[in-house]
């Protein structure tokens, strides 16, 4: 199932699923389904993994009809941030494809060796933004802008000290996230200057429950630049995997319902160019990862 976070000309921010290259409204299907259903995101992760199957169950049981009485067309719709405020800062992966290591060593002030362990950083709620919106250049931060696409893992419920044997029970789904980065913001190796910055965070279109995805360790991932492709790989060359940044998250935190995990960029960063190329004014970024869809945002400079 994919889920949408949207809004209507009228209307406050609703959950929705994609049905027939329409959005069905979460609470009016659960409302004709005699079933309750909430009107956000976060509160449909909290009824657990669980609910997808009876969702599933309930739209095979409703007619094409009924389902377009509580539908609206992509045209009628926004599509916001799956989840428009996360609980707690988006965790991050930094330097988890061998290729962004080895590119990073060469233009920028990491070490170029393979992590032992995974590097964690975070990100504020306040990075997050849609497909469709503008990613904030502050000059007055940075001259530095650059880009990176993600596989977002969004967790489906509470752990600690999970095995990465398990790691994907925890899971919920997944998404597309743009971990914006300002290269010129690091802070004696800390990162949260660089990457947490307003606007930061593009994620979406969809939530993709993980049902519907046969292999996270199997998707192409690629982001174009003005319409040129800089990044191209696949999270089946993930460093560290999605079990295994699960098991080591988990150790360290405990991972909760609703918690974003973006899984780390591939090669081909406007940091890893040659020239450095950095982001300006109008500049459109298209990130994509298969299965799940493509987030297009545009660089305003304030
Ligand atoms: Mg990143």
């Not at 659960?30 to 079933?35: A, H, L, P």
Request: proline content about 5%.
């Amino acid at each position: 199932m994919k889920l949408a976070t949207y809004t209507t000309a009228e209307s406050e921010p609703r959950l929705g699923f994609l049905s027939n290259n329409s959005i069905v409204d979460m609470e009016d299907f659960g409302d004709i389904s005699n079933f309750p259903l909430p009107n956000d995101m976060l509160e449909l992760i909290d009824m657990g993994f669980e609910v997808i199957a009876e969702i599933n169950d309930l739209i095979a049981n409703t007619s094409k009809e009924d389902l377009k009485e509580v539908s609206y067309s992509l045209a009628e719709i926004t599509l916001l941030a799956p989840i428009q405020k996360p609980r707690k800062n988006i965790i991050g992966i930094g330097l988890n494809f061998t290729e962004h290591i080895a590119e990073s060593a060469r233009t920028l002030d990491t070490t170029g060796k393979l992590p032992q362990k995974p590097i964690i950083f975070s990100k504020p709620p306040t990075t997050v933004t849609a497909t469709n919106t503008d990613v904030l250049l502050n000059t007055k931060l940075t001259q530095q802008l650059d880009y990176e696409v993600e596989l977002a893992v969004i967790m489906g419920k509470k752990g600690k000290y999970v095995s990465a044997e398990n790691a994907l029970d925890y899971v919920f789904g997944y998404s597309v996230i743009n971990d914006i980065s300002a290269r010129d913001c690091r802070r004696e190796g800390q990162w949260i200057v660089s990457k947490g910055q307003d606007t930061f965070a593009p994620m979406g279109p969809y939530l993709v429950t993980k049902d519907e995805i046969e292999n996270p360790h199997n998707l192409n991932l690629s982001l174009k630049l003005n319409g040129v492709q800089k990044q191209n790989s696949n999270t089946k060359l993930m460093l560290f995997n999605i079990n295994e940044l699960i098991e080591d998250l988990s150790t360290v935190f405990t991972l909760e319902a609703g918690d974003i995990i973006a899984t780390g960029t591939p090669a081909g960063v406007g940091a890893g160019q040659n020239p450095q190329q950095w982001m300006r004014d109008g500049d459109v970024m298209e990130a994509t990862v298969e299965g799940i869809g493509t987030i297009v945002n545009t660089v305003r400079e304030i």
